[in-house]
């Protein structure tokens, strides 16, 4: 069973910047697709993509982060990261990570970014 467990969340004013951290606890997840999805807050919105790279490093990003959001990963140590600069209110939700696995995705329990006015 893997398990991510993610870290770096928190309040920031609005144009700040936040880095997240996403360690996996198994080396499965260094050969295969990592990405950060969040859930904006109301109980009904699906989590969106915001970033995910491949094992190769290739990119995805959300129009809505390009040029202000990075995804990154370091392969020896199984984590993945985000670092997210100028961000703005609508940047609030949960940030997941995921793992990309077949039959089954991992995820993490999610950590709170909360971008105040």
């Known amino acids: 069973q893997v398990q991510l467990v993610e870290s770096g969340g928190g309040l920031v004013q609005a144009g700040g910047s936040l880095r997240l951290s996403c360690a996996a606890s198994e080396s499965v997840c260094s050969i295969t697709t990592m990405g950060w999805y969040r859930q904006a807050p109301g109980n009904q919105r699906e989590r969106e993509l915001v970033a995910s790279i491949t094992n190769r490093g290739s990119t995805n990003y959300a129009n809505f982060v390009k040029g202000r959001f990075t995804i990154s990963r370091d392969i020896a140590k199984n984590t993945v990261y985000l670092q997210m600069n100028s961000l703005k209110p609508e940047d609030t939700g949960v940030y997941y990570c995921?793992?990309?696995?077949?039959?089954?995705?991992?995820w993490g329990q999610g950590t709170q970014v909360t971008v105040s006015s």
């Open positions: 995921q793992c990309r696995m077949w039959p089954t995705d991992y």
